[in-house]
């Protein structure tokens, strides 16, 4: 989606548009400190959903988590619209479609590493799953590490 509005030019139009730049930082990092605190309280729970699957967050809620805190975080904008213009050769044809498609290139390399990284994650859960302990206390550090990203990212934002 990113790819497309920066290949179209929404990218540069963001960029200008302090405001809106603010305001989707501001969505993000109020996101974050909200999916912090709710894994901090529930913490406890992710020994019951580990030993019992009817207990377990369903992969298609985590998913869209994930894709709102994306759609939320206007870096991806930034970064596409600095980054992909210095490969587009004019002379070579569409600078939209050399964009899109260059984009659309970063997208398949990243969603790859990611599912590499997901395997891992999955690898790591189940060493966490082998003791309750050590389940809170990785559900905890990893809520009050999301609030602390969620405030860090509300605290150096762009200044206007």
Known sequence: M???????????LIERVAVALTVLQY????????????????RHQLVEALSDPGKRPSTRRGFWEGVLVGLTNPKAIVFFA???????????????????????????????????????????RDW????????????????LI???????VAATGRQS
């Open 2 to 12: 990113f790819v497309a509005a920066v290949s179209f030019g929404v990218g540069a």
């Open 128 to 143: 966490f799953a082998t003791s309750p302990t050590r389940l809170r206390r990785l559900g905890g550090a990893g809520g």
């Open 146 to 152: 999301m609030i602390g990203m969620g405030v860090e």
């Open 82 to 124: 600095a980054i992909l213009p210095q490969f587009v050769d004019p002379a070579a044809g569409s600078p939209a479609t050399q964009m899109l498609v260059l984009g659309l290139l970063f997208c398949l390399l990243a969603s790859t590493m990611d599912v590499v990284w997901a395997g891992a994650a999955g690898t790591a």
């Open 27 to 42: 969505l993000g990092a109020a996101y974050l400190v909200w999916l912090g605190i709710q894994a901090f309280r529930h």
